[in-house]
């Protein structure tokens, strides 16, 4: 049994290692702005991205702007434009994990451009 336990354990690292490795090299091309100290709802971060010239991140690309250390507001969470039912994914920049929020929830935002 716990051999088991370990290769999936060690399954489980080697799946994430290569999504984090993806995520990375996804978000290696892209320029990105904050917003600064300014927290949003969902659709106000849609917003906000679209009236600057940019777009909310998707959930890979925001991962790699989180493992490159490219988001300076440290203990929050930041959107993503994948979402679905009325929630969308985000990064927490404390725990270094993806979050799934509610639109109504306030994040921070980050926008990309290609």
């Known amino acids: 049994m716990l051999r088991w336990i370990l290769i999936l354990l060690v399954a489980g690292a080697v799946v994430l290692a290569g999504f984090v490795m993806l995520a990375i090299k996804s978000s290696a091309g892209l320029s990105y702005q904050e917003a600064g100290e300014t ?4 659709q106000g971060a849609y917003t906000y991205c679209e009236a600057e010239g ?17 988001l300076s507001n440290q203990q929050t969470d930041y959107w993503s434009r994948t979402g679905m039912f009325g929630y969308a994914f985000g990064a927490n920049t404390k725990s270094k994990i993806l979050s799934f929020d509610r639109f109504s929830d306030i994040d921070h935002v980050v926008c990309v451009r290609d």
């Open 54 to 70: 940019g777009r909310l991140p998707n959930v890979l690309e925001l991962t790699g702007l989180l493992y490159r250390g490219a």
């Open 39 to 42: 927290e949003y709802n969902w």
